[in-house]
């Protein structure tokens, strides 16, 4: 499972709420993302980051936060949910070096703003 | 950006018999191809990729094949089993040092028929 671990894996939530999902890595890997798993959508970047501090934004971005404060953990928050941000949300990591990398998948987060 | 278009969306094949999904990406920038398998409930989990110096790779009973001149790449699983009944995601990125995110296609249903 590449050591990854995301929290909360379910939550419900009202909309207007902040919201933050957190993924933890125990392998000190530089390079973490979250993507949303939505039907018909197929897995889509949200925001990566490739470093302590260093973020950018991904293909759906709008109404996403992200920190990175220590290696092992990226926050995702949503400042003010949605009911358009129901969904799965997914952690991954970059594995590897040179130019031969590999992600690797978080358990997922299910997340139903009501 | 990186566009990724991928068919069928939904594939019911005979065991026993092969299986091919196919994806075309848009940018001729894109030099690496994973494809994930997602069972229900579960994490994208890389299966195969395959890298833009090579037309070809094969583990065991799946195969992936790269075409960068008609920006196509294609997964390939024989003698199916019904294991493999499960959702299929291929992608595409710049690989230059492990930062990209993927951009991916919108999944394809592989159903096994006992």
């Known amino acids: 499972d590449a050591g990854i671990t995301q929290s909360p894996r379910h939550k419900v939530t009202e909309t207007g709420t902040p919201v933050t999902l957190r993924c933890h890595q125990t392998?000190?890997?530089?390079?973490m993302y979250w993507y949303r798993q939505d039907p018909g959508h197929g897995l889509r970047l949200i925001h990566y980051s490739y470093g302590v501090k260093d973020t950018d934004k991904g293909e759906v971005s709008d109404g996403y936060s992200v920190s990175r404060s220590k290696t092992e953990d990226f926050l995702l928050t949503l400042e003010s949910a949605t009911s358009s941000q129901t969904s799965v949300y997914f952690c991954?990591?970059?594995?590897?070096?040179?130019?031969?990398?590999?992600?690797?998948f978080g358990p997922g987060t299910r997340l139903t703003v009501t | 950006g990186e566009n990724v278009e991928q068919h069928p969306s939904t594939l019911s094949v005979q065991e026993g018999d092969s299986a091919v999904i196919k994806c075309t990406y848009s940018?001729?920038?894109?030099?690496?191809f994973p494809w994930y398998k997602q069972e229900l409930g579960k994490r994208p989990q890389l299966i195969i990729d395959?890298?833009?110096?090579?037309g070809e790779k094969k583990d065991q009973r799946i195969a992936v094949t790269l075409n960068k001149t008609a920006k196509h790449f294609s997964l390939h699983i024989t003698e199916t089993q019904p294991e493999d009944s499960a959702v299929y995601f291929c992608a595409a990125t710049y690989s230059g040092g492990g930062a990209d995110g993927l951009t991916f296609g919108k999944g394809t249903h592989l159903i096994i028929q006992p």
């Open positions: 395959i890298r833009s110096n090579v």
């Open positions: 940018d001729s920038a894109s030099n690496y």
């Open positions: 392998e000190n890997h530089r390079y």
């Open positions: 991954a990591i970059s594995v590897g070096q040179g130019l031969a990398y590999e992600q690797y």
